[in-house]
């Protein structure tokens, strides 16, 4: 048999991985050193070379993106010869255990899974039940409290009795929620994994069947795994099967959500026969990216040390480029995007990193301008997200009482005692009537279709929009958005969320204030106003310029989601004190060093050019704010680097090389003939500094920020600017 296939292209140490006899092994290396590859051409070596079944294979890895590429790689190598290989997620082992032994689970045969917002809701109907008032005890806290108990392998017997009236509520809830999830017959995502542990655990035979089953379990991006998902593989491991362990200490990054690094010394401590195996090289980034990613970890304390080089040539230095604000950097990513597709490279090279989800937003303006096509992975886009649509309804019914899909979206959110029932009436009285709901809502009181308690509801709804539109007729676009989103509640719903869902979410919401701010209302809707404008604005941009699935596109993610992937060209934006690491992250050293893994996932993830961009200033929640740049940036080794600034009030130094190219990039940016950061003098407003820009030719306008007349946006061809 030829099995050349399998060893061709791997270096030695990839080999000996590879074509080890049957042992527990750690493959403990770098990003960028073939981690994956070696775990995909083991199992083809195991099938094909050392006899063993592709059933009697298991093998795990962190997302369905992923598991869908290792799946297609090992077919490819091994001709198709996979039937009966568990390859996945935890999440979807996990499900498949399930449902082949659901009795022994304790679960009926046909269990249903319950995703997260419907977790959120059956939580929500059992608060009431319980009569817990949400305002006090938002839902969401609550789940979060019963996934991390889950996610520790704890049921509300293992907690006990809490002294801690507050801890005694959670408990309380967590068992009457189980409670109702088992009589219904439904799993949440947790529980998938706690009851697949316990499936195991309780049932020893099973166990054992499973245990001479898979002989070889392997596990990718090792250094993630939280507690439950460890458990589980520790109850698999016997003395007639093995493991292999792969992953990257310094790549952990969902500590937050309970994964423990711990659980490699763990494992390497717990079977004495582990043979840990240390890939050196790297594949993926030029010379530069690498050494500067190592140098960045390397400030990291408490690793378990590795060392990571390649025989790539340096490549290009990694281009640092401080923005003047956070339009700018949209617009300088964007025109280094179309550069490299001149260059011949594809837009689906190109990835763009940050740290929030709101900070897309910005992005994603930007590129729609330039009719660049983008996907968000992982994630939604800005105007389609769930907290942006609540506060949009709002916006909508001010200026649109009859507007009844927003009605409907908003009328019981934050809850205020509207139920399904409820609507359900005015639905009807709306469609009987031919009336708005709104105007049901006060029909069906009328009528005595509502009791009492839902029509008061209704009409203290009704009266909490009509008093946003009074307060704020007279108030700019930006503050009018502002205000509705603390008036309607919706603030302070995502801000008693715990975790890191909520977060985003109020960031997002935030970052909705700054795009009203900056909002400029195209000619097309002159008359409309600007609420009105805007609001049209975000509809056409929620629905337009979706990337078709096969078209190419630029990749826009977090930093999370783009773990175990590789691209040519890589943006990381928003690299500043304050946003990376965040404010919070930067007072404790625990999660500080997280913060810097995450940015060493971040850049690893670049093969030939990696640029790292940050403003100096940004708005955010219509303010605007000055950030330094990261300390990760000053972590950085100065020769890899080069500087790109383009304004011309820069207090470091500059080669004149960068100043050349920062001359011509302003003039390609904007045909307005300012650069952005420039003092200009303006015969009425006086002096000033230029902000933003749009348009071209005899349209194009600029924003200036004037020391005594504000911010003014100015049509450049009658401005009479003058540079100062
Ligand atoms: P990460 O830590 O980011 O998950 P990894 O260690 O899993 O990285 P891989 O994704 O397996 O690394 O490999 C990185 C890149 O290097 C891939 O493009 C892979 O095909 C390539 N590569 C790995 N080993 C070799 C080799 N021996 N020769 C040539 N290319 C290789
Ligand atoms: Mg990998």
Not at 126 to 153: C, H, S, T, V
Request: aromatic letters at 8%.
């Amino acid at each position: 048999m030829d099995i050349s296939h399998l060893i061709d292209g791997l270096n030695d140490k990839q080999r000996e991985a590879v074509a080890a006899p049957s042992q527990n092994m750690l493959v403990l290396a770098g990003a960028g050193s073939g981690k994956t590859r070696v775990l995909v051409h083991r199992i083809a070596w195991l099938t094909q070379v050392e006899g063993y079944s592709p059933a009697s294979i298991l093998a795990v890895t962190f997302t369905n993106k992923a598991a869908a590429e290792m799946r297609s790689r090992v077919e490819q190598l091994s001709e198709g010869r996979t039937f009966g290989m568990w390859l996945g997620t935890f999440h979807s082992l996990a499900h498949r255990l399930l449902r082949a032994h659901a009795r022994d689970a304790k679960l009926p045969d046909d269990f249903q899974i319950l995703d997260s917002e419907d977790q959120y809701r059956l939580i929500r109907r059992i608060l009431r039940a319980m009569n817990i008032d949400e305002k006090q005890w938002p839902a969401k806290q609550f789940q979060w409290y019963i996934n991390a108990r889950k996610d520790e392998g704890q049921r509300p017997g293992d907690i006990g009795v809490s002294d801690n009236p507050n801890e005694q509520k959670h408990i309380e809830v967590y068992r009457a929620y189980q409670e109702s999830c088992d009589r219904a017959g439904l799993v949440d995502f947790a529980e998938l994994l706690l009851r697949a542990y316990e499936l195991w655990k309780f049932n020893p035979a099973l166990l054992a069947h499973y245990q001479q089953r898979f002989r070889y379990i392997l596990v990718d991006e090792f250094q993630d795994t939280n507690t439950i998902q460890y458990a589980w593989l520790r109850l698999l491991q016997c003395p007639s099967n093995h493991m292999m362990i792969v992953g990257d200490d310094d790549q952990s990054i969902y500590g937050w959500r309970g994964a423990k690094i711990e659980n490699i010394q763990d494992f390497g401590s717990n079977a004495d026969d582990v043979v840990t195996i240390r890939l050196e090289q790297n594949y993926r980034s030029s010379a530069n990216i690498l050494k500067a990613s190592n140098h960045l970890i390397e400030h990291n304390q408490g690793r378990l040390g590795k060392s990571l080089w390649t025989d790539d040539k340096d490549g290009e230095a990694i281009s640092v480029y401080a923005a003047f604000n956070d339009v700018d950097e949209a617009r300088f990513v964007v025109a280094r995007v179309q550069q490299a597709v001149e260059q011949g490279l594809s837009l689906s090279d190109c990835a763009i990193l940050y740290r929030n989800n709101a900070q897309s937003r910005v992005l994603e303006e930007a590129l729609m301008q330039e009719r660049v096509a983008y996907k968000i992975y992982g994630g939604q886009r800005f105007f389609e997200r769930l907290e942006i649509k609540h506060a949009l309804s709002y916006m909508r019914l001010i200026s649109n009482s009859s507007d009844d899909a927003s009605f409907e979206r908003v009328v019981n959110t934050p809850t205020r005692g509207i139920g399904q029932r409820t609507i359900d009436i005015m639905r009807q009285v709306a469609r009987e009537q031919q009336i708005s709901m709104w105007q049901a809502g006060i029909k069906a009181a009328e009528l005595g279709l509502l009791n009492a308690r839902a029509a008061g509801a209704v009409a203290r709804f009704r009266d909490l929009i009509a008093q946003l539109a009074e307060q704020t007729q007279h108030y700019d676009l930006h503050e009018q958005c502002d205000h509705v989103i603390k008036g309607s509640g919706l603030l302070a719903m995502f801000q008693a969320e715990k975790g890191e869902k909520g977060q985003a979410r109020v960031e997002n919401l935030e970052e909705l204030v700054t795009a009203a701010q900056q909002f400029i209302a195209p000619e097309e809707t002159e008359g409309m106003t600007p609420l009105i404008a805007f609001l049209s604005h975000a509809a056409l941009e929620a629905g337009d310029n979706q990337a078709e699935a096969d078209e190419s596109a630029v990749q826009l993610m977090t930093l999370h989601s783009a773990k175990g992937l590789e691209f040519p060209v890589v943006f990381m934006v928003g690299v500043e004190e304050g946003m990376f690491p965040s404010q919070q992250s930067s007072e404790e050293s625990g999660r500080l060093e997280e913060e810097r893994r995450l940015c060493y996932v971040g850049m690893t993830r670049a093969m030939q050019k990696l640029y790292i961009c940050h403003a100096e200033s940004r708005r955010l929640y219509g303010k605007e704010v000055f950030h330094s740049r990261s300390r990760f940036i000053r972590e950085l080794p100065s020769e890899c680097l080069e500087e790109i600034r383009l304004t011309t009030s820069v207090s470091q130094p500059l080669t004149s090389d960068s100043r050349f190219s920062s001359i011509r990039e302003s003039q390609a940016f904007g045909d307005t003939g300012f650069a952005l950061g420039q003092r200009v003098q303006h015969p009425k407003f006086g002096f000033g500094v230029v902000l933003n820009y749009e348009g071209s030719g005899q349209q194009s306008r600029v924003q200036v920020q004037f020391e005594e007349a504000g911010s003014k946006w100015l049509v450049t061809a009658y401005a009479r600017l003058e540079s100062a």
